[in-house]
């Protein structure tokens, strides 16, 4: 798929949560700095920016679609602009653009915003954003369907022809919290739950509990990268794009053959390690963003490190978890971080770069030299997956 | 009868066919008359072979339910009132699948598998949603 040679040497974040006082430009102000100074550049230094596109915010979106992103920040060596929107696959494509355009010289570093701002939108606008956004309003909408009512009908099928366990699907909520309780920026730091806990809570959409559905919250990140060449001047610890695969399902679920995405994201793993030359027991940690807990399971059977339908089983035995022998999802996925819509996807790649950095904190996997990154749109409506690493190869 | 608050399908000129079809009581599926695909949803060219000569077959209304759940809350006010409801994906007959409701049972009785009829529910003087109902042994 075209290797690239890409690297992200710079991060900044904010925390998730609902913080109805910090504006939208509070967060891009912060977030930007970081992960320039992170970058240990000079804002003159930046030469594109290339946004993730903030989901159910119209306004903020057309702001940065046109242009005043480096107006702002006063990025004066600033070469061009530009917006990307794919959902959950957003940041993926802002990562390739920015290599495209690093590759064909527009810009030599690229800095990848993203901010969302939840707490300030009324509930019922927040409601009719996420029931209709990727919902189809001839054939789906009139029925009442949601993306927690999708994700439903997945689990539910999942639980039938694996015998998954509500139980086993309840402990990957478990896992994801046990990570987000070590992480500062996560809405739930410090807040783990138990099995009990998520089966207790109230019940959603059959099978998903409301503890196995997302919190929407207010977040933003940042990301500068650069050339595999330019990242080696710029600091000791770039982080290097190795290998991606990318598919297409479907728009619907109901069009999909591959009803539980497990083959599409079998194809980009391997394609991925392929590219990158090395196979799945070389990945030190799975930063699989799946939106949901049934999706973790898939992913896990995709990348080969279950069989179909034993996901669950080795997820409650904690191999996922913190000191696991595969750790997966480090900052907790959506479920753990609080729902940013389009940055969930985004905070994954960051955490992904931290960890390969060495700066996780509490959370980082020892000598992690390759990570495996994950993002999808939609409802699933693509697999892309990225594999990154310590040393260019 | 015009105080149906929720949505109503947002119809294309390919598709209305279908919808006059369910005003009628009756099931319509779209088929390519080059390739013979058949269609779920209905498009302006067939997604297959690209032909622009679409007809249409009427559906038996008879299927099997591929995979359901009950909605009990986290929907829009205009959906309150029908909690909890029954979101479901039906496989018929004719070998398309569909999202849609199941009506006129206990929601703990609806499984995987199930064998489901189609029943029409007439929302406005102009439009009718097809739902699907458990078939009585
Ligand atoms: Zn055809």
Excluded at chain 1, 99 to 121: F, M, N, Y
Excluded at chain 1, 197 to 212: D, I, Q, W
Excluded at chain 1, 333 to 353: F, L, M, Q
Excluded at chain 2, 33 to 38: H, L, P, T, V
Aim: aromatic share 8%; charged share 20%; with cysteine.
């Amino acid at each position: 798929m075209g290797k690239g040679k890409l690297a992200i040497v710079g991060v900044g974040e904010v925390p998730t949560g609902r913080y109805p006082d910090r504006a939208p430009w509070d967060i891009i102000y912060e977030t930007c700095m970081q992960a320039v100074r992170a970058a240990g550049l000079d804002k003159n230094d930046i030469e594109g920016v290339i946004s993730v596109n903030p989901m159910a915010q119209a306004r903020l979106s057309s702001e940065i679609g046109f242009g005043k992103i480096p107006e702002e920040l006063g990025l004066k060596g600033c070469n061009d602009v530009c917006i990307c929107n794919a959902g959950g696959a957003s940041t993926a494509n802002c990562l390739r653009l920015a290599e495209q355009w690093i590759d064909s010289g527009i810009a030599k570093t690229v800095l990848i915003p993203h901010v969302t701002v939840h707490s300030v939108l009324p509930p019922d606008d927040l409601i009719a954003f996420f029931a209709t956004a990727g919902m189809d309003l001839q054939w789906e909408y009139p029925f009442g369907t949601t993306y927690n009512g999708i994700v439903a009908l997945m689990s539910q099928r999942y639980m039938y022809e694996t015998g998954t366990t509500a139980e086993e699907m309840a402990s990957v909520v478990v896992a994801l919290r046990r990570w987000a309780a070590l992480d500062p920026n996560s809405m739930f730091y410090k807040k783990p739950v138990t099995i009990e806990e998520v089966l207790s809570s109230k019940m959603v959409s059959t099978p998903l509990h409301a503890r196995e559905c997302n919190v929407l919250a207010d977040g933003g990140a940042a990301m500068v990268v650069t050339s595999w060449d330019l990242a080696k001047e710029i600091t000791s610890t770039p982080v290097y794009k190795l290998g991606q695969g990318a598919t297409y399902m479907s728009a619907s679920a109901v069009l999909r053959d591959d009803f539980f995405t497990r083959e599409a994201w079998r194809k980009t793993t391997q394609t991925a390690l392929d590219e990158a030359g090395i196979t799945s027991n070389d990945v030190d940690v799975f930063e699989f963003y799946a939106a949901y807990p049934f999706c973790q399971c898939v992913m896990l059977e995709a990348a080969g490190i279950c069989d179909p339908g034993e996901a669950g089983k080795f997820i409650m035995e904690g191999h996922t978890s913190p000191g696991g022998k595969v750790p997966c999802a480090t900052i907790g996925d959506a479920v753990g971080r609080g729902h940013t819509g389009s940055g969930v996807s985004i905070a994954n790649y960051v955490e992904t770069a931290r960890q390969l950095m060495g700066k996780a904190g509490e959370r980082q996997v020892p000598d992690c030299n390759y990570a495996l990154a994950t993002s999808a749109g939609g409802a699933y409506m693509n697999a892309v997956t990225t594999i990154w690493g310590r040393e260019p190869q | 009868m015009n105080d149906y608050r929720k949505p109503i399908p947002q119809i294309q000129p390919w598709s209305a066919p279908f919808w006059e079809g369910t005003k009628k009581h009756e099931l319509l599926i779209q088929e390519c008359a080059e390739c013979g695909a058949r269609i779920f949803y209905p498009r302006k060219y067939c997604p297959e072979c690209w032909s622009s000569n679409m007809g249409w077959s009427r559906a038996r209304g008879r299927g099997r339910i591929y995979s359901h759940t009950t909605t009990m809350t986290g929907v829009e006010t205009k959906f309150l009132e029908d909690l909890p409801f029954v979101l479901a994906i039906i496989d018929l007959d004719e070998g398309v699948r569909m999202t849609g409701n199941v009506v006129d049972c206990d929601p703990d009785d609806v499984s995987i598998g199930m064998e489901v009829e189609v029943v029409f529910d007439d929302v406005t003087s102009e439009i009718t949603l097809p739902k699907w109902r458990p078939v009585k042994k």
